[in-house]
């Protein structure tokens, strides 16, 4: 990436200077932090997330994707997109993350909260009532922040659902 970012966060009203813009998943910014986080994965679990992702899974009214800029510079990503098969506490329509994240050089400034903020609050507007996630044992800091913003563990799902390392969160919306 090369560029500097900002040294610091002004948090105004649970907002950063993060700019979120939608975008389609094949997007140029958004497959390198795809690649990014693909690489992340191989160190933490051995392989990259093999999870069947067609690009336009994403795309509305089914789902949204979006790259987080600070100061121009690509340095999160995160997309939701509507599961009609997961239905935590027997809500009807759960929109579920996926691809979330940010870069090693920009975190710990609040911007993983303001794209989960972001989703859950596109995925509301899209009319999902639940919004749902799969996460791994290895992200210790993901589970955190999940489960600090009013996330539970629910039964497993997806591609993971019997993997010993898989855990399932949902939060209604």
Not at 4 to 25: Q, Y
Not at 82 to 109: F, S
Not at 145 to 154: F, K
Request: aromatic share 10%.
């Amino acid at each position: 990436m090369g560029n500097t970012l900002p040294e610091r966060v002004s948090e105004e009203r649970g907002r950063s200077d993060l700019r979120l813009v939608p975008v389609r998943f094949s997007d140029p910014d958004a497959r390198v932090l795809v690649e990014e986080v693909q690489d992340e994965y191989r160190i933490l679990y051995g392989t990259p997330d093999e999870t069947p992702l067609e690009a336009e899974i994403f795309d509305p009214p089914r789902g949204a994707f979006f790259v987080g800029y600070a100061e121009d510079v690509p340095v999160a990503m995160g997309g939701w997109r509507l599961r009609g098969d997961v239905h935590p506490w027997g809500r009807e329509t759960a929109a579920e993350v996926k691809r979330m994240y940010v870069a090693p050089a920009a975190r710990r400034r609040g911007y993983a909260r303001a794209v989960l903020r972001h989703l859950e609050e596109t995925a509301r507007q899209a009319g999902a009532d639940v919004m749902v996630l799969e996460t791994g044992t290895a992200q210790p800091d993901a589970i955190a922040m999940y489960e600090s913003s009013g996330y539970e563990l629910v039964e497993n799902f997806g591609y993971y659902a019997f993997s010993p390392s898989c855990r399932s969160f949902a939060k209604p919306l």
